[in-house]
């Protein structure tokens, strides 16, 4: 049998070649497109000065060949306000406690849903993730709309309570405006992004090693916590980041359902943006809430690459 030349299958072997290229190019250049250059844009608007013009900042980066004088106007003027302006501290400070908090009690949630998800009868599992993503085919201003009318002292959650004798006729719930219609919110609406990672992980686990360890004398909370969880871990490490890192930039719930002392970074970037039209410092804020998110998911990812 004539064995193929090197110059037939060096064709095929460079089209393969240039095919793996492209499949890993692609991904990056959507982040280079839709990530970096963005985020250069906005962290040369934070190095700016405030302006009455259109768009509010200066300097505006008008060539290369004015490049001398556009690095020249840039400073970090804005980065020193942030770090001696408490509100600001504070704004991160709380958008963190609440993502955190939040994250926590979809964990708590999420995780038992996930669990009983993963142990169903596996005819019953499409119709069990399908009414998971579910509140998806709805919009989610509507649905965080719809708590608004539950939450209200008049709202859904008085009517029933006064209904099954909970509450006196003249009584109302005071929830709306607090953290806790906003802990509520960020609950409803980020649960599928928690439970759907956890079932991935928990319906891939061996059911044979939790009767294995029951059959050495293992009790069911034990084996749980020998087995269950630890092989669910990249499940909920993956639905907390999903989870934590939106909800600490968070604004549509906190401002619907938040009151005047619900300070998240979400809404005073807002603020900053339309209501001062301070875009310079608006941007500082973004860069720095970017930073503290990015870099601890960088060394943890970094971390579990030495580990494995």
């Excluded at 019953?124 to 002292?153: D, N, Q």
């Excluded at 607090?178 to 980020?190: E, L, P, Q, R």
């Amino acid at each position: 049998m004539a064995s193929a030349s090197p110059t037939s299958a060096h064709p095929s072997a460079h089209r393969s070649h240039m095919a793996r290229w492209l499949v890993v190019a692609v991904p990056y250049l959507w982040l280079l497109l839709f990530f970096v250059a963005p985020f250069l844009i906005i962290f040369k608007i934070s190095l700016s000065d405030t302006a009455i013009a259109m768009p509010p900042y200066t300097p505006v980066f008008k060539g290369f060949d004015a490049f001398g004088d556009f690095a020249s106007k840039l400073d970090l003027e804005n980065y020193l306000f942030l770090t001696s302006d408490p509100l600001y501290i504070k704004a991160y400070l709380s958008s963190l406690r609440i993502a955190l908090i939040s994250t926590f009690l979809l964990l708590l949630i999420g995780y038992p849903m996930a669990l009983a998800m993963a142990r169903a009868p596996s005819s019953l599992r499409p119709t069990l993730v399908m009414l998971v993503i579910l509140p998806f085919w709805t919009s989610f201003l509507i649905r965080v709309y719809a708590w608004i009318g539950i939450l209200k002292p008049d709202g859904l959650l008085t009517l029933l309570l006064q209904a099954i004798g909970f509450m006196g006729p003249d009584d109302q719930v005071q929830i709306f405006r607090t953290d806790i219609a906003v802990f509520i919110g960020m609950v409803y609406s980020y649960l599928p992004f928690m439970v759907l990672p956890l079932y991935a992980a928990l319906e891939k686990m061996d059911a044979t090693l939790l009767e294995a360890a029951s059959d050495l004398g293992c009790p069911p909370w034990k084996a749980f916590w020998k087995i269950t969880f630890p092989l669910s871990l990249p499940g909920v490490i993956a639905g907390s980041m999903i989870c934590f890192i939106p909800i600490t930039g968070e604004f549509v719930i906190p401002d619907l359902l938040g009151g005047a002392d619900t300070l998240m970074i979400g809404k005073t970037l807002w603020t900053e943006f339309f209501g001062n039209r301070d875009w310079p410092l608006a941007s500082a804020v973004a860069v720095i809430l970017l930073i503290l998110l990015v870099v601890p998911i960088a060394i943890f990812q970094n971390q579990q690459k030495r580990v494995v």
